[in-house]
């Protein structure tokens, strides 16, 4: 299936760290990236497809890519983010805040989850954990604020402004995210 807007042919996706054309202040040209990644992921009943990119805006490089369901598990797509970062770096995602850059912001194309289901930590949990040692992701760029299908309230804003960490929407592609995030589910008539 064609990535709409995947970057050009001569930065391979599967390169971790290339650079964009993207200037540093295009949010929506990264939230329509981030959102390529979500069409890589399986559509389910019971996931949200969602794709994520964790970048250094100080130096508008790339880290990291990611995507509902990437990694084994029940992964979220900022999750699969940071545990790649993580891995790059030899050492466990709860220590992932160690070795972000200092301006480390994360784009996904849905507002992180703050409860799981599944009772694994939540995404809001995992970017504040990120903020332990005083660094860590200071922004979080959301394409949608979670649908509250699954898990009712979120409450996941306010958790994050508390750690530090300013959330902010990225309007105008909503409608085309909400479509890839719900493409597995079952339609009600
Ligand atoms: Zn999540």
Redesign the pocket.
């Known amino acids: 299936m064609p990535l709409p807007l995947a970057p050009p042919s001569s930065t391979p996706l599967s390169n971790q760290h290339f650079n964009t054309s993207i200037s540093s202040n295009d949010h929506p040209s990264y939230m329509r990236l981030a959102l390529s990644y979500a069409h890589e992921s399986r559509p389910l009943p019971t996931n949200f497809r969602v794709g994520a990119l964790l970048v250094d805006s100080a130096s508008n490089r790339i880290l990291t890519s990611g995507y509902t369901l990437e990694l084994p598990g029940n992964t979220?797509a900022?999750?699969c983010c940071l545990s790649k970062y993580a891995a790059e770096h030899n050492i466990p995602e709860e220590r992932v805040g160690e070795v972000l850059p200092e301006r480390a912001v994360i784009y996904t194309t849905v507002e992180?989850?703050v409860k799981?289901l599944s009772g694994n930590r939540?995404?809001v949990e995992r970017i504040v954990e990120t903020r332990s040692k005083g660094g860590g992701i200071r922004k979080v760029y959301v394409g949608v604020k979670e649908p509250e299908t699954f898990v009712g309230d979120n409450q996941g804003r306010k958790i994050l402004e508390d750690a530090g960490v300013e959330v902010v929407l990225v309007g105008g592609l909503e409608e085309e995210i909400l479509r890839v995030a719900t493409a597995g589910h079952v339609a009600t008539s």
Do not use: A, L, T
């Open positions: 979220h900022e999750q992180p989850c799981r939540s995404c």
